[in-house]
Protein backbone atom coordinates (compact mmCIF):
# COMPACT_ATOMS: atom_id res chain seq x y z
CA UNK A 1 0.00 0.00 0.00
CA UNK A 2 1.05 3.49 -1.10
CA UNK A 3 0.50 6.91 0.77
CA UNK A 4 -0.78 9.13 -2.63
CA UNK A 5 -1.62 12.46 -0.70
CA UNK A 6 -1.67 13.72 2.81
CA UNK A 7 -3.28 17.43 3.58
CA UNK A 8 -3.68 18.85 7.15
CA UNK A 9 -5.21 22.07 8.83
CA UNK A 10 -4.56 23.10 12.08
CA UNK A 11 -2.59 19.75 13.14
CA UNK A 12 0.37 20.47 15.76
CA UNK A 13 2.30 23.04 14.26
CA UNK A 14 0.78 23.23 10.57
CA UNK A 15 -1.69 25.56 9.69
CA UNK A 16 -2.36 24.16 6.07
CA UNK A 17 -0.41 21.71 4.06
CA UNK A 18 -0.56 19.77 0.82
CA UNK A 19 1.71 17.31 -0.17
CA UNK A 20 2.30 13.96 -2.65
CA UNK A 21 4.44 11.07 -1.83
CA UNK A 22 7.25 8.93 -3.35
CA UNK A 23 6.11 5.60 -4.03
CA UNK A 24 9.60 4.12 -2.20
CA UNK A 25 11.14 6.71 0.35
CA UNK A 26 10.62 10.08 1.49
CA UNK A 27 12.77 11.67 3.86
CA UNK A 28 11.69 14.72 6.22
CA UNK A 29 15.08 16.57 6.89
CA UNK A 30 15.03 19.29 9.73
CA UNK A 31 16.58 20.95 12.77
CA UNK A 32 14.96 19.28 16.01
CA UNK A 33 11.44 20.73 17.02
CA UNK A 34 10.51 21.97 12.94
CA UNK A 35 7.74 19.80 12.97
CA UNK A 36 8.96 16.14 11.10
CA UNK A 37 7.66 13.85 13.71
CA UNK A 38 4.02 15.80 13.76
CA UNK A 39 4.13 14.49 9.85
CA UNK A 40 4.54 10.72 10.87
CA UNK A 41 2.12 11.16 13.38
CA UNK A 42 -0.55 12.33 11.11
CA UNK A 43 -0.02 9.33 8.84
CA UNK A 44 -0.20 6.93 11.90
CA UNK A 45 -3.28 8.45 13.20
CA UNK A 46 -5.11 8.12 9.75
CA UNK A 47 -4.08 4.44 10.43
CA UNK A 48 -4.96 3.63 13.59
CA UNK A 49 -7.25 6.53 14.85
CA UNK A 50 -4.73 7.46 17.39
CA UNK A 51 -1.63 8.72 18.90
CA UNK A 52 1.76 7.28 19.29
CA UNK A 53 2.71 10.50 21.06
CA UNK A 54 -0.25 11.25 23.72
CA UNK A 55 -3.59 10.00 24.32
CA UNK A 56 -5.61 13.54 24.34
CA UNK A 57 -6.87 13.95 20.62
CA UNK A 58 -6.67 17.80 21.65
CA UNK A 59 -3.31 18.33 22.29
CA UNK A 60 -2.84 17.61 18.42
CA UNK A 61 -4.63 21.16 17.73
CA UNK A 62 -2.87 24.09 16.95
CA UNK A 63 -2.89 26.57 19.39
CA UNK A 64 -5.49 28.75 19.37
CA UNK A 65 -7.36 26.83 16.81
CA UNK A 66 -11.11 24.83 17.74
CA UNK A 67 -10.85 22.44 15.10
CA UNK A 68 -8.26 20.36 13.03
CA UNK A 69 -8.52 17.87 10.05
CA UNK A 70 -6.39 15.13 8.43
CA UNK A 71 -7.14 14.01 4.96
CA UNK A 72 -5.17 10.69 3.74
CA UNK A 73 -5.66 9.26 0.33
CA UNK A 74 -3.85 5.55 -0.02
CA UNK A 75 -3.43 3.23 -2.84
CA UNK A 76 -4.16 -0.76 -2.38
CA UNK A 77 -3.54 -3.73 -3.67
CA UNK A 78 -7.08 -3.74 -5.39
CA UNK A 79 -8.62 -0.48 -3.93
CA UNK A 80 -8.02 3.21 -2.76
CA UNK A 81 -8.94 4.83 0.84
CA UNK A 82 -9.32 7.53 1.93
CA UNK A 83 -9.38 8.76 5.57
CA UNK A 84 -10.59 11.74 7.27
CA UNK A 85 -10.59 12.44 10.89
CA UNK A 86 -12.13 15.79 12.00
CA UNK A 87 -10.90 16.68 15.69
CA UNK A 88 -12.44 19.61 17.71
CA UNK A 89 -11.72 21.16 21.09
CA UNK A 90 -15.97 21.17 21.93
CA UNK A 91 -16.60 17.94 20.82
CA UNK A 92 -15.24 14.45 20.03
CA UNK A 93 -13.70 13.40 16.94
CA UNK A 94 -15.05 12.05 13.85
CA UNK A 95 -13.72 9.71 11.48
CA UNK A 96 -15.27 9.11 7.78
CA UNK A 97 -13.77 6.31 5.83
CA UNK A 98 -14.40 6.26 1.89
CA UNK A 99 -16.61 9.70 2.63
CA UNK A 100 -19.03 7.38 4.67
CA UNK A 101 -18.70 8.30 8.39
CA UNK A 102 -17.47 5.46 11.29
CA UNK A 103 -18.69 5.05 14.52
CA UNK A 104 -16.19 2.61 15.58
CA UNK A 105 -12.14 2.16 15.59
CA UNK A 106 -12.57 -1.35 15.03
CA UNK A 107 -13.81 0.08 11.57
CA UNK A 108 -10.31 1.57 10.75
CA UNK A 109 -8.00 -0.64 11.79
CA UNK A 110 -6.61 -2.74 9.26
CA UNK A 111 -7.78 -0.63 6.47
CA UNK A 112 -4.23 1.20 6.51
CA UNK A 113 -1.70 -0.69 8.37
CA UNK A 114 1.63 0.71 9.80
CA UNK A 115 4.70 -0.20 11.49
CA UNK A 116 6.63 2.97 13.08
CA UNK A 117 9.73 2.88 15.10
CA UNK A 118 11.60 5.48 16.77
CA UNK A 119 14.75 5.43 19.42
CA UNK A 120 11.62 5.33 22.12
CA UNK A 121 10.58 1.62 20.61
CA UNK A 122 13.60 0.61 23.22
CA UNK A 123 11.47 0.52 25.91
CA UNK A 124 9.88 -2.19 23.72
CA UNK A 125 12.63 -4.03 24.90
CA UNK A 126 13.91 -3.08 28.38
CA UNK A 127 10.89 -1.77 30.12
CA UNK A 128 7.53 -3.57 31.08
CA UNK A 129 5.75 -6.13 29.92
CA UNK A 130 3.04 -3.66 29.30
CA UNK A 131 5.54 -2.69 26.12
CA UNK A 132 5.26 -6.09 24.37
CA UNK A 133 1.95 -6.62 24.96
CA UNK A 134 1.26 -3.29 23.15
CA UNK A 135 3.32 -4.42 20.02
CA UNK A 136 1.25 -7.49 19.94
CA UNK A 137 -1.84 -5.91 19.62
CA UNK A 138 -1.02 -3.34 17.58
CA UNK A 139 0.08 -5.68 15.05
CA UNK A 140 -2.70 -8.28 16.34
CA UNK A 141 -5.68 -5.37 15.59
CA UNK A 142 -4.51 -4.41 12.28
CA UNK A 143 -4.36 -7.87 10.88
CA UNK A 144 -7.47 -9.31 12.56
CA UNK A 145 -10.80 -7.43 13.52
CA UNK A 146 -12.08 -10.47 15.76
CA UNK A 147 -8.93 -9.49 17.99
CA UNK A 148 -9.55 -6.14 18.39
CA UNK A 149 -13.32 -7.02 19.53
CA UNK A 150 -11.95 -9.85 21.90
CA UNK A 151 -8.98 -7.62 23.51
CA UNK A 152 -11.76 -5.03 24.27
CA UNK A 153 -14.21 -7.53 25.67
CA UNK A 154 -11.47 -9.28 27.92
CA UNK A 155 -10.49 -5.45 29.09
CA UNK A 156 -14.12 -4.59 30.04
CA UNK A 157 -14.65 -8.11 31.78
CA UNK A 158 -10.92 -7.85 33.25
CA UNK A 159 -12.28 -3.90 35.11
CA UNK A 160 -15.72 -5.38 35.81
CA UNK A 161 -14.27 -8.10 38.23
CA UNK A 162 -11.43 -5.92 39.59
CA UNK A 163 -14.33 -3.70 40.56
CA UNK A 164 -16.01 -6.39 42.16
CA UNK A 165 -12.65 -7.03 43.58
CA UNK A 166 -11.99 -3.90 44.90
CA UNK A 167 -15.39 -2.85 46.55
CA UNK A 168 -17.01 -5.85 47.88
CA UNK A 169 -17.38 -5.80 51.41
CA UNK A 170 -16.44 -9.41 52.26
CA UNK A 171 -14.98 -12.34 49.96
CA UNK A 172 -18.45 -14.14 50.65
CA UNK A 173 -20.09 -11.41 48.66
CA UNK A 174 -17.54 -11.43 45.95
CA UNK A 175 -18.39 -15.19 45.43
CA UNK A 176 -21.81 -14.35 44.86
CA UNK A 177 -21.47 -13.48 41.45
CA UNK A 178 -17.51 -13.40 40.29
CA UNK A 179 -18.19 -17.09 38.67
CA UNK A 180 -20.10 -14.76 35.66
CA UNK A 181 -16.86 -13.08 35.27
CA UNK A 182 -14.62 -15.72 35.63
CA UNK A 183 -16.55 -17.77 33.08
CA UNK A 184 -16.14 -14.42 30.70
CA UNK A 185 -12.82 -13.93 31.26
CA UNK A 186 -11.24 -17.45 30.68
CA UNK A 187 -12.83 -17.52 27.24
CA UNK A 188 -11.60 -14.46 25.89
CA UNK A 189 -8.74 -15.12 27.34
CA UNK A 190 -7.98 -18.35 25.18
CA UNK A 191 -8.76 -16.30 22.02
CA UNK A 192 -6.00 -13.64 22.82
CA UNK A 193 -3.53 -16.17 24.03
CA UNK A 194 -3.81 -18.43 21.41
CA UNK A 195 -3.20 -15.34 19.05
CA UNK A 196 -0.61 -14.03 20.37
CA UNK A 197 1.16 -17.13 20.51
CA UNK A 198 0.64 -17.78 16.65
CA UNK A 199 1.94 -13.97 16.55
CA UNK A 200 4.71 -14.66 18.26
CA UNK A 201 5.80 -17.97 16.47
CA UNK A 202 4.90 -16.12 13.25
CA UNK A 203 7.61 -13.04 13.89
CA UNK A 204 10.44 -15.68 15.46
CA UNK A 205 12.19 -16.39 11.73
CA UNK A 206 12.05 -13.02 10.16
CA UNK A 207 13.04 -11.38 13.26
CA UNK A 208 16.35 -13.66 13.79
CA UNK A 209 16.77 -13.21 10.28
CA UNK A 210 16.43 -9.36 10.32
CA UNK A 211 18.58 -9.24 13.08
CA UNK A 212 20.99 -11.55 11.21
CA UNK A 213 21.61 -9.25 8.52
CA UNK A 214 21.70 -5.42 10.18
CA UNK A 215 24.37 -6.72 13.03
CA UNK A 216 26.16 -8.64 10.56
CA UNK A 217 25.37 -12.08 11.59
CA UNK A 218 26.97 -12.06 15.06
CA UNK A 219 24.07 -13.04 17.63
CA UNK A 220 21.58 -15.29 17.31
CA UNK A 221 17.90 -13.77 18.21
CA UNK A 222 15.24 -15.82 20.13
CA UNK A 223 11.67 -15.14 21.30
CA UNK A 224 9.66 -16.72 23.30
CA UNK A 225 5.33 -16.28 24.18
CA UNK A 226 5.43 -15.87 27.86
CA UNK A 227 1.58 -16.25 28.42
CA UNK A 228 0.61 -14.54 32.08
CA UNK A 229 -2.14 -17.12 32.78
CA UNK A 230 -0.12 -19.66 34.87
CA UNK A 231 -1.10 -22.19 32.57
CA UNK A 232 -0.69 -24.34 29.99
CA UNK A 233 -1.75 -23.07 26.28
CA UNK A 234 -3.31 -26.74 25.17
CA UNK A 235 -7.14 -28.36 25.24
CA UNK A 236 -7.74 -28.21 29.16
CA UNK A 237 -6.69 -24.19 29.13
CA UNK A 238 -9.98 -22.83 30.30
CA UNK A 239 -10.94 -25.81 32.96
CA UNK A 240 -7.32 -25.05 34.12
CA UNK A 241 -7.31 -21.29 34.51
CA UNK A 242 -11.01 -21.09 36.35
CA UNK A 243 -9.29 -23.24 38.63
CA UNK A 244 -6.74 -21.23 39.18
CA UNK A 245 -8.82 -18.46 39.38
CA UNK A 246 -10.31 -20.00 42.30
CA UNK A 247 -7.36 -20.95 43.76
CA UNK A 248 -5.96 -17.38 43.85
CA UNK A 249 -9.33 -15.69 44.94
CA UNK A 250 -8.26 -14.82 48.11
CA UNK A 251 -5.17 -13.31 46.95
CA UNK A 252 -7.20 -11.10 44.04
CA UNK A 253 -9.67 -10.08 47.13
CA UNK A 254 -6.78 -8.40 49.25
CA UNK A 255 -5.23 -7.14 46.77
CA UNK A 256 -8.15 -5.63 44.49
CA UNK A 257 -7.09 -6.75 41.65
CA UNK A 258 -6.78 -10.19 38.97
CA UNK A 259 -3.40 -11.44 39.61
CA UNK A 260 -3.01 -13.81 36.39
CA UNK A 261 -4.59 -13.57 33.20
CA UNK A 262 -3.56 -12.58 29.54
CA UNK A 263 -3.15 -8.77 31.03
CA UNK A 264 0.44 -10.28 32.13
CA UNK A 265 1.70 -11.82 29.22
CA UNK A 266 5.31 -11.19 28.30
CA UNK A 267 7.43 -11.97 24.75
CA UNK A 268 11.00 -13.35 26.38
CA UNK A 269 13.90 -11.94 24.37
CA UNK A 270 17.20 -13.90 24.20
CA UNK A 271 20.35 -12.80 22.31
CA UNK A 272 22.30 -16.03 22.05
CA UNK A 273 20.08 -17.52 25.19
CA UNK A 274 21.61 -14.91 27.37
CA UNK A 275 18.10 -12.49 28.00
CA UNK A 276 18.26 -8.95 26.13
CA UNK A 277 15.99 -7.23 28.87
CA UNK A 278 18.63 -7.53 31.47
CA UNK A 279 21.98 -8.31 30.40
CA UNK A 280 21.73 -7.13 26.50
CA UNK A 281 23.99 -3.86 25.77
CA UNK A 282 21.87 -0.48 24.72
CA UNK A 283 23.30 -1.42 21.10
CA UNK A 284 22.30 -4.94 21.48
CA UNK A 285 18.38 -3.97 22.57
CA UNK A 286 18.54 -1.15 19.66
CA UNK A 287 19.01 -3.86 17.71
CA UNK A 288 16.79 -5.84 18.80
CA UNK A 289 13.68 -3.75 18.68
CA UNK A 290 14.31 -2.72 15.09
CA UNK A 291 14.60 -6.19 14.09
CA UNK A 292 10.92 -6.91 15.68
CA UNK A 293 9.50 -3.86 13.88
CA UNK A 294 11.06 -5.36 10.06
CA UNK A 295 9.64 -9.04 11.27
CA UNK A 296 6.24 -7.12 11.38
CA UNK A 297 6.73 -6.35 7.94
CA UNK A 298 7.33 -9.54 6.52
CA UNK A 299 4.40 -10.78 8.84
CA UNK A 300 1.67 -8.40 7.22
CA UNK A 301 3.44 -9.03 3.53
CA UNK A 302 2.50 -12.56 4.04
CA UNK A 303 -0.82 -12.48 5.99
CA UNK A 304 -2.55 -9.36 3.18
CA UNK A 305 0.02 -9.70 -0.05
CA UNK A 306 1.15 -6.16 0.67
CA UNK A 307 3.60 -4.41 2.91
CA UNK A 308 2.12 -1.77 5.49
CA UNK A 309 3.38 1.66 5.31
CA UNK A 310 6.82 1.76 7.11
CA UNK A 311 7.51 5.08 9.71
CA UNK A 312 10.96 5.58 10.82
CA UNK A 313 11.27 8.53 13.06
CA UNK A 314 15.00 9.75 13.88
CA UNK A 315 16.28 5.95 13.35
CA UNK A 316 19.26 6.61 11.80
CA UNK A 317 21.02 8.82 14.65
CA UNK A 318 20.71 5.98 16.88
CA UNK A 319 22.59 3.54 14.38
CA UNK A 320 26.49 3.48 13.32
CA UNK A 321 27.26 3.88 9.31
CA UNK A 322 27.14 0.18 9.11
CA UNK A 323 23.87 -0.40 10.16
CA UNK A 324 22.20 2.24 8.61
CA UNK A 325 23.38 0.89 5.47
CA UNK A 326 22.21 -2.75 6.06
CA UNK A 327 18.62 -1.15 7.19
CA UNK A 328 18.28 0.85 4.27
CA UNK A 329 18.53 -2.43 2.09
CA UNK A 330 14.95 -3.13 3.47
CA UNK A 331 13.12 0.45 2.85
CA UNK A 332 12.77 -0.65 -0.88
CA UNK A 333 10.47 -3.11 -0.24
CA UNK A 334 7.47 -0.87 1.22
CA UNK A 335 6.76 2.55 0.85
CA UNK A 336 8.64 4.17 3.63
CA UNK A 337 8.57 7.89 5.69
CA UNK A 338 11.85 8.62 7.37
CA UNK A 339 12.64 12.06 9.44
CA UNK A 340 16.48 12.91 10.27
CA UNK A 341 18.53 15.98 10.46
CA UNK A 342 21.31 14.93 7.75
CA UNK A 343 20.23 14.57 3.84
CA UNK A 344 23.46 12.87 2.69
CA UNK A 345 22.43 9.78 5.12
CA UNK A 346 19.49 8.69 2.69
CA UNK A 347 18.72 8.76 -0.80
CA UNK A 348 14.92 9.40 -2.17
CA UNK A 349 12.41 12.54 -2.42
CA UNK A 350 13.22 15.08 0.44
CA UNK A 351 11.44 17.60 1.96
CA UNK A 352 12.93 20.12 4.09
CA UNK A 353 10.84 21.70 6.92
CA UNK A 354 11.84 25.01 8.79
CA UNK A 355 9.05 25.46 11.45
CA UNK A 356 6.10 23.93 9.76
CA UNK A 357 6.78 24.74 6.14
CA UNK A 358 7.37 21.61 3.96
CA UNK A 359 9.04 22.22 0.62
CA UNK A 360 9.95 19.22 -1.47
CA UNK A 361 13.75 19.62 -2.47
CA UNK A 362 14.52 17.63 -4.91
CA UNK A 363 13.60 13.38 -6.30
CA UNK A 364 16.47 10.77 -6.28
CA UNK A 365 16.62 7.18 -7.68
CA UNK A 366 16.89 4.62 -4.89
CA UNK A 367 19.71 2.68 -5.09
CA UNK A 368 18.53 -0.34 -4.01
CA UNK A 369 16.23 -1.65 -7.26
CA UNK A 370 13.28 -3.89 -6.90
CA UNK A 371 15.16 -7.12 -8.15
CA UNK A 372 17.77 -6.25 -5.48
CA UNK A 373 14.70 -5.85 -2.57
CA UNK A 374 13.34 -9.25 -3.14
CA UNK A 375 16.17 -10.95 -3.00
CA UNK A 376 16.59 -9.44 0.06
CA UNK A 377 13.49 -10.15 1.81
CA UNK A 378 13.42 -12.05 5.17
CA UNK A 379 13.06 -15.61 3.57
Not at 122 to 144: A, G, H, T, W, Y
Request: aromatic residues 8%.
Amino acid sequence: MKVQSLQINNFRNYKNLSLTFDDKVNVFIGKNAQGKTNLLESIFYCCLGKSFKTTKDKDLILWGEEKSKILLTVNKKYRDVKVEINLSTLRKKSISLDDFPIKRIAELIGEVNVVFFSPQELKLVKESPEERRKFMDIDLCQNNKRYFYQLSRYEKILANRNKLLKFSKTIESVKETIEIWDRALVAAAKFLATERAKFVEQIAPYSQKAHHFISGGKENLRLKYKCGCGVSLDEKFEENMDKLLKKNLEKDYKLGHTTIGVHRDDIDIFLNDVEVKNFGSQGQQRTVALSLKLAELENMFNLNGEYPILLLDDVFSELDVERQSRLLKFVGRTQTFITCTDEKKIDGTLFSIVDGTVVKKEEKKIKNNSCKVRKNRLQ
